[in-house]
């Protein structure tokens, strides 16, 4: 039976803006923390047309993306052949070579990748079928069209409330940097896709989870409703950034000031340094294959 419309898309009044609806600027979570990290970085991925050629593909993003792909996999298969060995499985026949120093080395993380996620599934054996595997979610606020790809919703009976399910936002993570007990509260994607589910599906939806594939550690938030809203107004507030950006861009082209370089340690890691005076300053390109070698890679720009 479908939840009472107590949603916090439903009740943002933060987000209400007076007057003719604007618009509706459509983004994406990865749109909004571009913007973040980086005006000029930002400008080169979503603005500039045609877009400038990033740097091939680094290891580290051809792991996740093989992790991704078979524990989304492994839904697929019949329900007794879900065992850890069959992620194994089809990590090592998914798995995309690319970005590593050789193919010795790539062979090493294919191994050592595949005995990880059957450890995850071994560890944190899933029970119920889940909602759905990499569902897109949408929401719509005042002026703003916010999409984005959740990893794995789960339905749970709820803990307050016995006999009631509810959702779960899980996000799967391969980087070698160990969880901050702070980032599943924190996250904003998380938040915009626990509101995204809560509003589609008309079901409460305040728990994200991060699922730390190497270690086989969860970490899991309860928002609530206010802390729901809170992420909501964050989002809607960079997105009014991104307007005027974007507005400026349009007039004023690569030369427009809003969208200036950000430099800092993270250009050693970006796919359009290339590209970028600035961010060559800060020191020799990280190799393709660093983030792996290491756990001090910048997480934002980690799968
Ligand atoms: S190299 Fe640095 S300053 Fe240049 S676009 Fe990338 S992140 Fe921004």
């Not at 993003?61 to 052949?81: E, F, M, Q, Y």
């Not at 996620?117 to 949408?138: H, K, S």
Request: proline share 9%; net charge neutral; with cysteine.
């Amino acid at each position: 039976m479908a939840e009472p419309a107590a949603d916090p898309v439903a009740g943002s009044s933060a987000l209400e803006l007076p007057g003719m609806p604007p618009r509706l600027y459509l983004a994406s979570p990865s749109r909004l923390l571009s913007w973040l990290t980086c005006p000029r970085q930002y400008r080169f991925a979503y603005l500039d047309r045609p877009r400038p050629t990033a740097r091939p593909q680094r290891a580290h993003t051809s792991l996740g993306i093989s992790v991704h792909n078979a524990l989304r996999d492994w839904w697929t298969l019949d329900p007794a052949r879900r065992t850890p060995g069959e992620a194994a499985a089809l990590v090592r026949s998914g798995w995309i070579p690319v970005g590593y120093r050789d193919e010795g080395h790539s062979a090493h993380w294919r191994e050592r990748a595949a005995a990880e996620a059957a450890a995850y599934l071994a560890a944190n054996p899933p029970t119920d079928e889940p909602v759905g595997t990499e569902r897109t979610v949408a929401v719509k606020l005042d002026g703003l069209a916010l999409t984005g790809r959740v990893d794995r919703l789960d339905a749970r009976l709820r803990t307050d409330d016995p006999g009631r399910y509810e959702l779960v936002v899980v996000d799967y993570k391969t980087s070698r940097r160990p969880l901050h007990p702070d980032d599943a509260r924190t996250s904003l994607p998380l938040a915009l896709y626990a509101a995204a589910v809560w509003r589609m599906f008309r079901r409460r939806c305040v728990r994200v989870e991060l699922h730390h594939v190497p270690t086989g550690a969860v970490l899991a938030h309860e928002h609530t409703e206010e802390s729901l809203r809170r992420k909501l107004a964050e989002a809607t507030s960079i997105a009014s950034d991104l307007r005027k950006a974007d507005a400026q861009y349009a007039e004023q082209g690569v030369d427009a000031p809003l969208l200036g370089p950000s430099p800092s340690p993270l250009c050693r890691w970006c796919d359009y340094r290339a590209h970028c005076p600035d961010g060559q300053q800060m020191g020799p390109e990280q190799s393709s294959w660093a983030a792996l070698d290491s756990d001090d890679a910048p997480a934002s720009w980690e799968e």
